[in-house]
């Protein structure tokens, strides 16, 4: 479908729905993060881009990113700040809550509850990534 913007140029609404569904759904994340944050210091917020062929390089350069909930990330191709996602058009980022403490605890999804203990240090919590490698095959 295609709708008319006030140029008169035509305007994908498909590409206007998706774009608006992310802002709506990132901005529900801010905000259920900044209510995190309340109880849980040192709670940050992470972009996450979906990392394939269409990716943009101003979110593939942003991947990762951790800031706190109230900083703003940067789009340096659109020389721009912002607060969440999307960062442009058909921007596929979103946001996650994230804290230094869960970094450690990323590897082990997945991984059988009898193994996690060879793989995770019970003295710093730190993945022997040797061992979660051995499991991993």
Partial sequence: ARGRNICGRGVPADR???TEAMYATNAS???AGREMA???PGLKKKILAVIDDRTHAGCLALHGTVLPWNADFYDADHGRYFKFPPAHPHCRCHVVPWHEDWEATRYL????KSVRSDILSAETGDVALEAYHGWAG
Avoid: D, F, N, S
Wanted: without cysteine; proline residues 8%.
């Fill in 16 to 18: 206007i729905a998706r």
């Fill in 29 to 31: 994340h801010l905000l």
């Fill in 38 to 40: 309340k109880e849980m």
């Fill in 109 to 112: 999804e997945g991984v059988p």
